[in-house]
């Protein structure tokens, strides 16, 4: 593990505190906890941005494609 200090604001604080004492977790496990949520998301809502524009590069100008491969094309699955 590596040790780092962060500033937070006084609610933030206080708030932390009681969501900690009420999960019986510490103050640094629930800080961890949420960095590991929070980079998770960010990092999969990232991804799924590119993939899908990538995707949609050119399909305006697809011959043969039809309405309803919108779809396929963005989630990978028939509606």
């Known amino acids: 593990m590596h040790?780092?200090?962060?500033?937070?604001?006084?609610?933030?604080y206080i708030d932390l505190r009681q969501a900690a004492r009420s999960l019986g977790k510490s103050m640094g496990e629930l800080i961890r906890?949420?960095?590991t949520l929070g980079l998770a998301d960010r990092l999969a809502?990232?991804?799924?941005?590119?993939?899908?524009?990538a995707d949609l590069d050119?399909?305006?100008?697809?011959p043969g494609l039809k309405g309803a491969e919108?779809?396929?094309i963005l989630y990978g699955e028939e509606r």
């Open 33 to 35: 906890d949420f960095v």
């Open 70 to 72: 919108h779809d396929r």
């Open 3 to 12: 040790r780092t200090q962060v500033l937070l604001e006084e609610k933030q």
């Open 58 to 62: 050119g399909i305006i100008n697809a």
């Open 45 to 53: 809502a990232k991804g799924k941005r590119r993939y899908r524009l």
